[in-house]
């Protein structure tokens, strides 16, 4: 097939974005299928084919263009396409803006929709949905701007004074631990809440767990069909895994596969397929544990469009868990199209059904 490999974009995981695509197009030829390359600069403008696979080959994103980045659409319109595989990390590529952008365009594409992406993304709203499914997370609260500024602690005290210390502040909606603090005092828990809300208009308070942090992958068409890969471990290499532990520094490690029993591997599977289905996810997901000492665990997120770096965890969990990488490409696109096809049923029987009752009136 002819597919439009879409990266770079205007998140702080740019440089990320431009080596998971790298992989991505390695895994997508080796499969067949035909690349076109559409690359995103840091302003959101799309540059032509040609000029995206030199910056794909030389690694260094192109200084932002000036002028509206809409009038460079039309190098993704005219690319005629039959499949997007976005591998734009972040903001402005895995939160729904770019999903809606390849709806409206009628364009089938990999990963989770444009709701499931922006509820994931918004880990208020993520968080609600993974409770109301019976998925544990850690305790927590929430505060916004407005509320803050107006009267500081107030809304969130009882929830303070009810929970041990450290407390993890963080943005609601962001990536890359940007704006996550570790609280290890209540008198520095005023200014880490007014950091996070420098990135977002409301900020998570979250309860210090002790715990691995184990990660599963997950793929498949919805809930009913979604598998899930064997378990991997990230033990950081600071204090906890912050925005320098993950790209700065090299200092954490990454244990592929986890050693986690079966029993405890089944009930993990079994949640992070009941997350994506809590949010009506679909082809591609990372699904964050925190792994408590007792075995019980807690859910921390999902990321709809996770790295796919030649270390990345992604690609790395489903080759170890039996598909390899130009297996695992060629999967996402078929997953892709079948959702299309699914689409296109749905509003070819919704459109009968107004025209149907358009004739009686």
């Known amino acids: 097939m002819k597919v439009g490999l879409v990266f770079g974009g205007r998140s ?37 084919a040609a000029t995206s696979s030199r910056v794909l080959d030389d690694g260094k994103p192109l200084p932002p263009r000036a002028g ?36 409206m365009l009628d364009l089938p594409y990999v990963g989770c929709n444009t ?20 998925v544990p997370v850690v305790p ?15 809304s969130i005290q009882s929830f303070v004074d009810s929970e041990a210390l450290p407390l993890f502040v963080k943005p609601a909606v962001g990536g890359s631990s940007v704006g996550c603090v570790k609280v290890k005092t209540k008198e520095a828990l005023h200014d880490a809440i007014a950091f996070a809300l420098r990135f977002d208009t409301v900020a998570l308070i ?10 599963l992958a997950v793929l498949g068409m919805n809930a009913a069909t979604m598998q899930a890969s064997v378990p991997g471990e990230i033990v ?48 591609l997901a990372r699904v964050d544990f925190f792994l408590l000492p007792d075995n019980s665990f807690y859910l921390n997120e999902i990321n709809t469009l996770p790295g796919f770096t030649s270390v990345s965890m992604y690609p790395q969990l489903w080759a170890l868990t039996g598909v390899p990488l ?24 919704l459109r009968a059904f107004v025209a149907d009752i358009a004739g009686q009136a």
């Open 68 to 103: 509206r980045p809409g009038a460079t659409f039309s190098h993704l319109t005219n690319a005629d396409l039959e499949v997007v595989f976005p591998i734009v990390h972040g903001t402005y590529g895995e939160d729904g803006t770019l999903q809606g952008l390849l709806e």
């Open 236 to 283: 950081p290499g600071a204090d906890f895994y912050d925005y320098a532990d993950k790209y700065l520094k090299n200092d954490a490690k990454l244990l592929a596969p986890a050693p986690v029993d079966v029993d405890t591997l089944a009930k993990l599977q079994a949640a992070a397929i009941a997350a994506m289905g809590a949010i009506g996810g679909s082809g």
């Open 140 to 154: 927590w609260a929430a505060i916004d701007r407005a509320t803050f500024s107006s009267t500081g602690l107030a």
């Open 115 to 134: 709701a499931s992406s922006a509820v994931a993304m918004d880990k208020l709203l993520s968080k609600r949905a993974f409770s109301s499914a019976g």
């Open 206 to 215: 979250e309860r210090g767990v002790v715990a691995r942090e184990v990660e």
């Open 12 to 48: 702080v995981e740019h440089l990320v974005s431009l080596r998971s695509a790298r992989t991505v197009r390695e895994g997508l030829q080796a499969a067949g299928h035909d690349v076109v390359c559409l690359y995103v600069d840091e302003g959101g403008a799309f540059a032509d």
């Open 326 to 349: 130009p297996q695992l490409c060629d999967r996402l696109v078929q997953l892709a199209v079948a959702r299309a096809e699914e689409k296109t049923i749905t509003d070819a029987a």
